[in-house]
């Protein structure tokens, strides 16, 4: 498939567009823009800064990716964003680059990002992460894969979101989320288990019900963080992969838990 772009774009000197990359009408690709095979950035829509794209995303109209970070931090140079395959930037998300040259803000496979959404400098993004219109992620936030975000949430800068935990709209997180759960509320608490999106990510009864004991153990029995840890370490005894994800998460948070 050969490279289509419209005669109104403006690709800058510099830039690396694979065979098969579409640009629309009127889109701005930077001079420091890398994009595989198969993206398109359609009218309108921007690709700038030290910006590393995969195959098979698409930019949609009036969407900026790669802009300068708004930390005051900024030095000058040309940090980077990389970007995975097979994401989705719908109409006016903002992707900033890193703030300090030689750092990055990493995106990895298969997002959707909705309309207005926004990631800030230095957040690393796992894969496949759904983020609904309005939400916005502070500098350094770390999502795991197949994180859910509600419309409107804010993440403040630093905190984290386990694998397959949702934030509920309208939420402010201010601590970080455990995997498997679900945090809604300004400030945002975890509330529940995340039984739905598991169930549709393919785990077993068992699983979603050994995610039921470890909510209680953490959220419902009075205890601390690290009494709890210490139970479920001594309660449920067998290897298994969710209690080991759960119990890393929890024993590397800095921010305390919500």
Known sequence: MPTDIHPTAIIAPGAELDEGVIVGAYAYIGPNVKIAKGTEVMHHATVDGATTMG??????PYAYIGGKTHDLKYKGGCPGLKI???NVFREFTTVHCATAEGTDTIIGDKNLLLAYSHIAH??????HLVMSSHAALGGHVQLGDCVNIGWGAGL?????VGDYAMVGAASKVVQDV????IADGSPAMVR????VGLERA?????????VRRVFKMFYKEGLNRRQA?????EVITEENQLVRTFLSFVESSERGLS
Do not use: W
């Open 84 to 86: 995975g395959s097979g």
């Open 156 to 160: 403040h800068q630093f905190c984290r």
């Open 202 to 210: 393919g785990f077993t009864p068992e699983d979603i019900n050994l």
């Open 122 to 127: 230095e957040c690393l993004v796992g894969n």
């Open 229 to 233: 840890a210490e139970k479920l370490s």
């Open 55 to 60: 195959e098979g995303n698409e930019v949609h």
């Open 178 to 181: 455990p995997p498997y759960m």
């Open 192 to 195: 529940t288990t995340n039984k």
